[in-house]
């Protein structure tokens, strides 16, 4: 599964983040809890993405928003990955996110810290390399949620910008930055179940009513739509087709940064002209291989090779 010749992938991280992730068997909130095993990886949606789709053998640049007092283990990091880093620094460090793993329930609690203050001359110069990198790269992931700073409309903002140089576009984000990213028709969206209720005001508890939605957002403009159901999947449509695809059951370690693999995976099969079962199932591979690992680091190709055949995928309905 070689990628040597294609255009690369540009991931865009506006809130990046150090993944604290820290093991503790029967974890109790309100009770003394002793650590297992811990490990700080470089993070934030976008950075999983860009980790996960150079795991996979796919040229990958990253870029947004850098803390200046941090930035040196983000930069190591991706020097060692092989990932082009085209961050723009901003005052400030970039936050530390809690990820609490109980191996004995499955659970996992985060505990999630605003991230770094941008400001309109920091959106600028991220504008520019967004705008530069445009013209020579085939696809853009906009993955997470915004810093303090940032307005809902930015996705709004940049989408378009890449729209008209032919590049395409997926959104993977919440709230008020997914439902004002849509309206900039981003190529393909990939909310989770929650997500998904929060942007349609539905409850959405039967999987017909989960396609339903689906639909209208296909009717509304958008090519492709991934929701993930954690455990149970995803279902993943375009005008033509609706699929229903199961991941091969393992034993999770870490189910953080899951949904960033199924981007990765799913957008890597697009560069390679997959149909949209194969992108599935890429993605779907990628995410269990992600799940296995401690932390948010991602899964080998041997690996995601390996659970390829193990995807279960049927039309939905």
């Known amino acids: 599964m070689s990628d ?3 255009q690369k992938i540009v991931t865009i ?4 983040a150090l993944d604290h992730t820290v093991h503790i068997p029967q974890f109790q909130a309100g009770a003394l809890n002793r650590v297992e095993q811990q490990r700080i990886d470089p993070g934030g949606k976008g950075i999983n993405v860009a980790k996960v789709a150079r795991a996979l053998g796919c040229p990958v640049t990253a870029t947004g928003f850098l803390g200046q007092d941090n930035s040196k283990v983000f930069r190591e990091y991706f020097q060692q990955q092989g990932i082009h880093d085209c961050f723009v620094e901003v005052a400030g460090a970039a936050r530390m996110n809690i990820k609490i793993v109980d191996g004995l329930s499955g659970q996992v609690t985060e505990i999630n810290f605003p991230g770094l203050a941008s400001n309109e001359g920091d959106l600028a110069r991220l504008t520019e390399v967004i705008r530069q990198l445009a013209g020579e790269r085939q696809w853009f992931v906009f993955s997470g949620s915004l810093p303090p700073g940032v307005p809902d409309t930015v996705y709004h903002r940049f989408i378009p910008l890449l729209k008209q ?3 395409k576009v997926m959104l993977d984000s919440s709230g008020p930055a997914l439902r004002e990213g849509i309206k900039a028709m981003p190529d393909v ?3 989770n179940l929650d997500e998904l209720r929060q942007l349609t005001g539905k409850s959405l508890i039967q999987e017909a009513e989960i396609q339903n ?3 209208d957002l296909l009717a509304g403009g958008i ?3 991934i929701v993930t159901l954690g455990s149970q999947g995803a279902i993943v449509a ?7 695809v199961w991941p ?6 870490s189910t953080v940064g899951a949904g960033d693999a199924l981007v990765a995976g799913f957008v890597v099969g697009q560069t390679r002209g997959l149909s949209l079962a194969d992108c599935a199932r890429l993605g779907t591979a990628a995410a269990t291989a992600s799940v296995v690992q401690p932390g948010t680091q991602a899964g080998s190709l041997q690996e995601v090779d390996r659970l390829l055949a193990a995807v279960q995928i049927s039309d939905a309905g």
């Open 248 to 253: 091969p059951a393992v034993v999770a370690k």
């Open 213 to 215: 939605a689906v639909d």
């Open 13 to 16: 991280t506006l809130n990046p």
């Open 223 to 225: 090519r492709q739509v």
């Open 189 to 191: 969206i990939k909310p």
């Open 238 to 244: 375009d005008k033509s087709q609706m699929l229903r």
């Open 165 to 167: 140089q032919g590049v």
């Open 4 to 6: 040597s010749g294609q």
